[in-house]
């Protein structure tokens, strides 16, 4: 059984960072490439950060390039989102994502594997 669990959302101030983790079982992680998504109130789930199976490669949204890091460690089957100099148009629902079918997307239907969600708030 594949699962997905994140954690390190919380409340924070504006110009703030926050670490996202995700933890995943039942895979073989190293197959997988990864991704972020978040999904504010009222809108769509949007792409945020996607990273290769050796982690090599990270692709970013540019709302968040340059201020957001993805990361993996193979080791311990997690991925990793440093987020610095967060805004209050941050405030979301961060999922992290698995796929394995060709290179990594930023689609929604390139992640057949999701979890349920870390909040993350953004005071001003």
């Known amino acids: 059984q594949v699962q997905l669990v994140e954690s390190g959302g919380g409340l924070v101030q504006t110009g703030g960072s926050l670490r996202l983790s995700c933890v995943t079982s039942?895979?073989?992680?190293?197959?997988?490439?990864m991704g972020w998504f978040r999904q504010a109130p009222g809108k769509e789930r949007e792409f945020v950060a996607a990273?290769?199976?050796?982690?090599?490669?990270?692709t970013y949204a540019n709302s968040v390039k340059g201020r957001f890091t993805i990361s993996r460690d193979n080791a311990k089957n997690t991925v990793y989102l440093q987020m610095n100099s967060l805004q209050p148009e941050d405030t979301a629902v961060y999922y992290c994502?698995?796929?394995?079918?060709?290179?990594?997307?930023?689609?929604?239907?390139?992640?057949?594997?999701w979890g349920h969600g870390t909040q993350v708030t953004v005071s001003s």
């Open positions: 994502a698995a796929g394995i079918f060709g290179r990594p997307g930023v689609n929604i239907r390139d992640y057949p594997n």
């Open positions: 039942g895979l073989t992680f190293s197959n997988y490439y």
């Open positions: 990273i290769n199976r050796s982690g090599s490669i990270t």
